[in-house]
């Protein structure tokens, strides 16, 4: 299995630019999870889809955040226009869909830079 | 609102030394508790997790118990190695079945040879 997987792994842009990040999750997991790491706040959740639908965007910074899942294979998390707070970590993760609190696989993260 | 707090890092040890990285929590239910971890430059991994209290979950050395009564879910190793060096994560999620994990600050450590 080729695990979750995210592009960009590093971005770099300027403030005001538009910035899409991608995911891909595991092959046959229905959850898909975005989080933002940073070193002041740490790992927060920042929206979550059951079924490419979304469950809960509380986390969501501001209406400059959006994010969709078109079909189960892929998900983007959008930032337009950005701004340098927003430089961190941004991590994509999976996992099935079960009655319990199941594991969420993590990908490798895309490092923003917004200058 | 529910919240994790770990023990302030970075902690640095000698291989073979005995590791204990603290974590607590606040919950109002029943929460499943979860410690990740994270190695340079990757996303993080699930090490081990308990879902009730006096569960211990345990995993590659690592073990950890789910004391309701204290309110915590130490991570312990025996003899830590440099491959061990990595952040650690202590999270919850709410409820049992709950999707969302709030996750502590994280603690680094580097295990010197």
Redesign the interface.
């Known amino acids: 299995d080729a695990g979750v997987i995210q592009s960009p792994r590093h971005e770099v842009t300027e403030m005001g630019q538009e910035v899409t990040l991608r995911c891909k999750p595991i092959s046959g997991h229905n959850s898909l999870f975005w989080y933002r790491q940073t070193m002041m706040r740490g790992l927060e959740l920042l929206i979550y889809f059951n079924n490419n639908v979304p469950i809960d965007d509380s986390g969501m910074p501001e209406d400059r955040f959006s994010a969709k899942m078109p079909n189960a294979s892929f998900s983007t998390l959008k930032i337009q226009p950005s701004e340098p707070r927003d430089s961190a970590v941004y991590f994509c993760a999976s996992s099935r869909l079960a009655g319990g609190t199941d594991t969420q696989y993590f990908g490798p993260g895309t490092r923003l830079t917004v200058l | 609102g529910d919240s994790v707090t770990q023990m302030e890092g970075p902690v640095t040890l000698s291989e073979e030394a005995f590791l204990t990285i603290n974590c607590t929590y606040t919950a109002t239910g029943y929460p499943?508790l979860f410690w990740y971890v994270q190695y340079p430059?990757?996303?993080?991994?699930?090490l081990l997790?308990a879902?009730k209290a006096d569960d211990k979950g345990s995993n590659k050395g690592f073990e950890a118990t789910y004391r309701k009564e204290t309110t915590s879910f130490h991570l312990e190793k025996g003899s830590v190695q440099v491959s061990d060096s990595a952040v650690y994560?202590c999270a919850l999620?709410d409820r049992?079945?709950?999707?969302?994990?709030v996750?502590?600050?994280?603690t680094r450590l580097t295990i010197n040879p």
């Open positions: 499943s430059g990757e996303g993080l991994q699930l997790k879902t994560f999620s049992q079945g709950a999707q969302k994990l996750f502590g600050q994280g």
